[in-house]
């Protein structure tokens, strides 16, 4: 099976003031291609760091880590933004949508900005905004949404670029646990039909029913890689 991603004798400390806090110590970890993780761990654990290292955001301070085969490391700012825009999709806990744009806008606006053809990019919308289930709503601004409906919005955004990998930091902590069940089976179905592989940072046990594998962290180290029970 082809690997997403490989994360080898990672290391990631911040300096504050004279000190050096090290939040990640010597991580390694593989992902498959159309795999699905959940990451789980106490707060401080480093879990979110994790995401953001693998996921470009941030820069590790010792190792590797390669996305489809591509150190990340050796990017420069210009083919990292580019790896972020078409090969990974984010989902956040706060949906990050903008105000003043339209459900539809928003989830148009990253496929715009790679320069896609408007044309394709409204038929792509429309198809991931009738996966979701928000297409009746497609006109609405996100203060009309609700949690669920901005988090859907926010998914098929995440999607709209046709990523390969989909990184979700706690994507249903603002949400009540229907509808956080919900946009959780989204997700298993969007992994299942689509073989996008899934990361998910989560502090619910229950939640990790959902994909296929566990991750959990302790003090910056993994101390648990197990399948999901069945």
Same mark, same amino acid.
């Given at each position: 099976?082809?690997k997403?991603?490989?994360?080898?004798?990672?290391?990631?400390s911040?300096?504050?003031?004279?000190?050096? !806090?090290?939040? /990640?110590?010597?991580?390694?970890?593989?992902?498959?291609?159309?795999?699905?993780?959940?990451?789980?761990?106490?707060?401080? *654990?480093?879990?979110?760091?994790?995401?953001?290292?693998?996921?470009?955001? #941030?820069?590790?301070?010792?190792?590797?880590?390669?996305?489809?085969?591509?150190?990340?490391q050796?990017?420069?700012?210009?083919?990292?933004?580019?790896?972020? =825009?078409?090969?990974?999709?984010? !989902?956040?806990?706060?949906?990050?949508?903008?105000?003043?744009?339209?459900?539809?806008?928003?989830?148009?606006l990253?496929? /715009?900005?790679?320069?896609?053809?408007?044309?394709?990019?409204?038929?792509?919308?429309?198809?991931?905004?009738?996966?979701?289930?928000?297409?009746? =709503?497609?006109?609405?601004?996100?203060?009309?949404? *609700?949690?669920?409906?901005?988090? =859907?919005?926010?998914?098929?955004?995440?999607?709209?670029?046709?990523?390969?990998?989909?990184?979700?930091?706690e994507?249903?902590?603002?949400? #009540?646990?229907?509808?956080?069940?919900?946009?959780?089976?989204?997700?298993r179905?969007?992994?299942?039909?689509?073989?996008?592989?899934? /990361?998910?940072?989560?502090h619910?046990?229950?939640?990790t029913?959902?994909?296929?594998?566990?991750? =959990?962290?302790?003090?910056g180290?993994?101390?648990?890689?197990?399948?999901?029970?069945?």
């Amino acid at each position: 099976m082809k690997k997403a991603i490989e994360v080898k004798n990672v290391y990631k400390s911040f300096q504050l003031a004279d000190e050096a !806090v090290e939040v /990640l110590k010597n991580v390694n970890l593989e992902v498959e291609q159309g795999d699905f993780i959940s990451i789980m761990g106490p707060s401080g *654990s480093g879990k979110s760091t994790l995401l953001y290292l693998m996921g470009g955001l #941030d820069k590790v301070t010792q190792g590797s880590i390669r996305v489809n085969g591509i150190e990340m490391q050796g990017l420069d700012d210009e083919a990292e933004s580019r790896m972020r =825009r078409k090969d990974i999709g984010f !989902v956040f806990q706060a949906y990050n949508l903008i105000d003043n744009l339209t459900l539809e806008e928003n989830i148009l606006l990253p496929a /715009l900005l790679e320069g896609k053809k408007k044309k394709d990019a409204v038929k792509k919308a429309e198809e991931l905004m009738a996966t979701v289930g928000i297409i009746k =709503r497609r006109n609405h601004t996100p203060k009309e949404l *609700s949690g669920g409906e901005q988090q =859907r919005t926010a998914i098929a955004r995440a999607l709209i670029n046709e990523p390969s990998i989909l990184f979700a930091d706690e994507p249903i902590g603002n949400l #009540d646990s229907k509808t956080g069940n919900e946009i959780l089976e989204l997700l298993r179905q969007i992994n299942r039909q689509n073989g996008i592989t899934i /990361l998910m940072v989560t502090h619910s046990e229950e939640s990790t029913r959902y994909g296929k594998r566990v991750i =959990r962290l302790k003090d910056g180290e993994v101390v648990v890689a197990s399948p999901v029970a069945v």
